[in-house]
Each structure stands twice: as structure tokens, then as C-alpha cells.
């Protein structure tokens, strides 16, 4: 018939192609490549993408360097306009992009539009910022001098990001640095290359715009380079790099920190979390209830914000962990792109086989696991899905020490408060954490220097979805980088401190004297 001159790819790949397309990703860059992308959801090949090597990396580091000189000279609040633009061109793609993410992590719909919005607030944030990049003006010691600090542009920042949040962490480092005046050099997960691909071509489409409306851009400025660990290598060790940005395992920031400390570098390092939250005997446990599921459950455990162990006081506990389990055992796993689904795949097969070797830890330390089998979603063996699992454990050992990306809470029960505490501080990351209270010494002892020692401390909220206004990271094994809101933008810029004799006279500070 004539209908079917219009053909319309009903497949993941297809869907992603036309997704591709309209955000502005030429075709080349996604059909003819060496590393293939999968789609979580199934397993299937979503496309294949081309990645650069070495001596293509340091170029474009090169270039990104020259860019940088150019870029540190327009003003400020013109660089945010560029932000701007960004701004609106996520805008307009939140739906596409959003899927995208969607397709390409395994995040049900509603997580993958948000992440979207995330890179739209943080946009929003840093026009602002653009307008407020000050340093303090200090009282001298002297006579007719001023003391004072400028904030000046870095240099190129190299951004390192995880699969997890493939676009909306990037987006955190990309509006800073570039209001910031530096330029970006962008080291995507090899497993969301497509996601990253979009992202880059709408800030391109709005380096466009600016331009079009007279701003000037320097060619390099941003780009991104798809490729496996040598060419992170590349980034990790330029020279000229002075600041580098990185989001994963503690086992890659492990790798990556000291390799920039070497040449004098800086880095925000955001690794590992392995977020607790402590529910009290006061806890108002409905509210409780909501907040531990979508932080424990959602995105299938696979937020470095996602909560992991769960300290419940003696009085509740029993109640508490009945109604959690029902929880559990109610919430839909499946297709993520379906709506009433809340649980989508992990990953890929490395990630299943650490659930898998996870819980069988927990087990041989005498562990109780209610869930956690494997869930057949109708895509066959190439797709991993699993049910959430709760696990109640006699004490804090093994894999509990450690973060396991998936979706298992491991639950102790308490009845002393600061043993609570104890526990709660006692492992190696400290990203995130919560506690369910309605008691204010509670509350305030947990926020307090002898409470939480992590870098975000909740209270009647769980550890994960972070708004972007506040610094986001975290301390110990979490790297103790801090990036997005707050004041996170001074780590992207160079502090000189400015001292301005206005007299006629030459007074030597602390009183020094020294006549020729
Ligand atoms: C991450 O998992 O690396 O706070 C970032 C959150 C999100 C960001 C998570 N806003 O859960």
C-alpha cells in the first residue's frame, strides 16, 4: 500500500537512530564505529560508535588548550549566555534526550526526563553564577593599600563520567567550567556513548546560536572523546590539563588521583558511595517507608546517591522491615520504558555477576536475602534483570563494607543510638546518608560534627536524588570532590590574591625593614 513507503523501525536501534538524528549526532558517528552500544533493556546493539586514539586525544587536547586562551577573555556573563542557549536546546530535546538515557542506562522514563531536567537546572544555575564569580576584598595591615582576591579561568577541564548518569554529570562539570572560562575535553562511559554523542550536539547546536547572535567561540572549545581507558589515560596525564573532573568506581579514582597529583594536577574525584540511613524509634514510618524504596530500589541501585544499608532501631524493626518487604515484594521489575514499571536491568553481565557474588557473601556471613532472583523480562539472556533485595544482617561484614552497584539493602537492626552512628560512619566511602527522626536531638547529633561524616546528611529524606543547588560529593573513599551548586565553581578556577599600594610610602608587612 501506499503507507508503507513510510517505514518506521519499530526497534530500539531504530528509535535511537531517529532519536540521534534530530538532536543533531551525524549519522557516521553512529553506524560505522568499532565499540558497539547495547541497550540494557535487551541486550541488543543499539549502534556502533567510532572511538579516536591517542595521538587524535592529544590533539584535541591541544586544541582545547587554545581555545581556552581565547575563551578566558570574553566576560563572564557572555560566557553564560552560551549556558543559556545550552539551556534551551536541552529544553527543547528533554523528551528525546530523556529516552535516550532511558534506552541507553536502563532508566525508567520518568528517571531518564529527569536527568534531563538536571542538566536544565544546572544550566539555570550557572547563568547566574556567570554574574557571580567574586573574590573577597581583605583588610590590610598597611596604610593606603588594598587587599584583594580575583577568580580567574583554569584552563581545559577534563571531564571523566560513569553510565549511570551519562549526560546530567557532564552537564554539572560543562556549565561551570565554561561559564568559569575554561574549556572541556569529555571522557564518556564506554557504555553510553550515544547519550554523551547527543549531549555534546546540542551544546554544539547552541555554540550555533551564539555565534549566531555575534558571540565568538573558539574551535575546540568543547568536544568529547569516545574511547577505553588509554585515551582517559591521555586526558588523566596532558600537561596541560590542569584540572580533571571524574565520576566512577573507587578503584578508577584510586587510578586517576594520584596520577594528576604527580604532574601537580587537580581533581575532583566522585566515587564510590555506600549510603546508609538510620530510622529511629520516633520515625514517622510511612513517609520512611517512600523514601527508603526510591532510594534503595530506584534506579535499580545504580545512583552513587542509591541507599545500601539501612540501621533500624529495635522497637520498629520488626513492623518496619514487614511493610518493607511488602514493598519489596510488590514493585514491578520489567521493561523500563513501560510505565508502571519501577525497576529496570542492570547493566550488563558485570554488573549481575557482582549482585550475584554480592549475595553470596552475604549468605555465608549469615545474611537473611528476601528477593534478589534474577527476573526474566521477556528479552532473553542478554538482559539482566533482578528483583531488589533486602538483606537482614547479624552484623556490618563483608560486602556490606562495600558498594556493590545493584539494588541490594543490607538492614541491621540497633537499639543503641550512637552505636547506630558508629556504624553508620563505619565503612570506607562516605558520599550520602540519611535519618528518619522525629526527634531533635536526633536529628541535630546526626547533622552535627560527632554525627554523619559524609558529604550530604539528610534528614526525613533518603540519600539519593540530590537537587543541584547544594555541593554534591562526598568524603574518604568518595574522593572529597565537590561539584554543582554551592560554591563547587571555585574548583574550576585559579584564586589570585591582589595587594594594591595607593601611597607613596612602601611599608613592608609585619613590620619588616629594609633601607637601601
Ligand atoms: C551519580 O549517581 O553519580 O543525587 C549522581 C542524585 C542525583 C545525582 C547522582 N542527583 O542521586
Request: hydrophobic share 40%; glycine share 10%.
Amino acid at each position: 500500500t501506499s503507507h508503507a513507503t513510510q517505514i518506521i523501525d519499530p526497534s530500539l536501534a531504530g528509535e535511537v537512530a531517529t532519536i540521534l538524528a534530530r538532536c543533531g549526532v551525524e549519522v557516521a558517528a553512529f553506524s560505522e564505529g568499532e565499540l558497539a552500544v547495547r541497550s540494557p533493556i535487551s541486550g541488543e546493539t543499539l549502534a556502533r560508535v567510532k572511538t579516536v586514539d591517542a595521538t587524535t586525544a592529544s590533539e584535541a587536547i591541544e586544541s582545547a588548550h587554545s581555545a581556552f586562551l581565547e575563551w578566558r577573555l570574553v566576560p563572564a556573563p557572555k560566557r553564560g549566555e552560551l549556558i543559556r542557549l545550552l539551556g534551551e536546546e536541552l529544553r527543547a530535546a528533554k523528551g528525546d534526550l530523556g529516552r535516550l538515557v532511558s534506552i541507553e542506562v536502563g532508566k525508567i522514563t520518568s528517571e531518564g526526563l529527569g536527568e534531563v531536567q538536571e542538566m536544565i537546572d544546572i544550566c539555570d544555575f550557572a547563568v547566574g553564577l556567570s554574574r557571580q564569580l567574586y573574590g573577597l576584598t581583605i583588610a590590610t595591615e598597611r596604610a593606603e593599600h588594598r587587599m584583594m582576591e580575583t577568580w580567574h579561568p583554569l584552563g581545559v577541564t577534563g571531564i571523566i563520567s560513569a553510565f549511570n548518569f551519562p549526560v546530567a554529570v557532564w552537564s554539572w562539570n560543562a556549565a561551570l567550567a565554561l561559564v568559569c572560562g575554561n574549556s572541556i575535553v569529555w571522557k564518556p562511559s564506554e557504555k553510553t556513548p550515544l547519550s554523551a554523542l547527543a549531549a555534546q550536539a546540542l551544546l554544539n547546536r547552541a555554540v550555533k546560536r551564539f555565534q549566531r547572535e555575534g558571540g565568538s567561540v573558539p574551535e575546540g572549545l568543547a568536544c568529547i572523546l569516545i574511547g577505553t581507558r588509554d585515551i582517559g589515560a591521555v586526558l588523566v596525564d596532558h600537561p596541560k590539563v590542569p584540572l580533571i573532573s571524574a565520576t566512577g568506581s573507587t578503584a578508577m579514582g584510586r587510578a586517576v588521583g594520584p596520577r594528576v597529583a604527580s604532574r601537580f594536577g587537580r581533581s575532583i574525584l566522585e566515587l564510590g558511595g555506600n549510603n546508609a540511613a538510620i530510622v529511629t524509634a520516633t520515625a514517622d514510618l510511612s513517609l520512611t517507608l517512600r523514601g527508603i524504596a526510591f532510594a534503595a530500589m530506584g534506579t535499580a541501585g545504580q545512583r552513587c546517591t542509591s541507599l545500601r544499608r539501612l540501621f533500624v532501631h529495635d522497637s520498629v524493626y520488626d513492623s518496619f522491615i514487614a511493610r518493607l518487604k511488602k514493598a519489596y515484594a510488590s514493585v514491578s521489575v520489567g521493561n523500563p520504558l513501560e510505565s508502571g514499571n519501577l525497576i529496570g536491568p542492570l547493566v550488563d553481565k558485570a554488573a549481575f555477576d557482582a549482585h550475584q557474588a554480592a549475595l553470596s557473601e552475604t549468605k555465608a556471613a549469615g545474611g537473611k536475602v528476601f528477593g534478589g532472583e534474577r527476573v526474566d523480562a521477556g528479552f532473553g539472556n542478554n538482559a539482566y534483570y533482578v528483583r531488589p533485595a533486602l538483606v537482614e544482617m547479624p552484623k556490618q561484614t563483608g560486602s556490606v563494607e562495600k558498594e556493590t552497584f545493584a539494588p541490594i539493602l543490607y538492614v541491621i537492626r540497633y537499639s543503641d543510638f550512637d552505636e547506630a552512628l558508629r556504624l553508620h560512619n563505619g565503612v570506607p566511602q562516605g558520599l550520602s546518608s540519611s535519618i528518619f527522626t522525629n526527634d531533635l536531638r536526633e536529628a541535630e547529633t546526626f547533622l552535627s560534627a560527632r554525627g554523619s561524616d559524609c558529604g550530604i546528611a539528610n534528614v526525613n529524606i533518603g540519600p539519593s536524588g540530590a537537587e543541584i543547588g547544594g555541593a554534591f560529593g562526598g568524603e574518604k573513599e568518595t574522593g572529597g570532590g565537590r561539584e554543582s551548586g554551592s560554591d563547587a565553581w571555585k574548583a574550576y578556577m585559579r584564586r589570585a590574591t591582589n595587594t594594591i599600594n595607593y601611597g607613596r610610602s612602601l611599608p613592608l608587612a609585619q613590620g619588616v625593614t629594609f633601607e637601601i
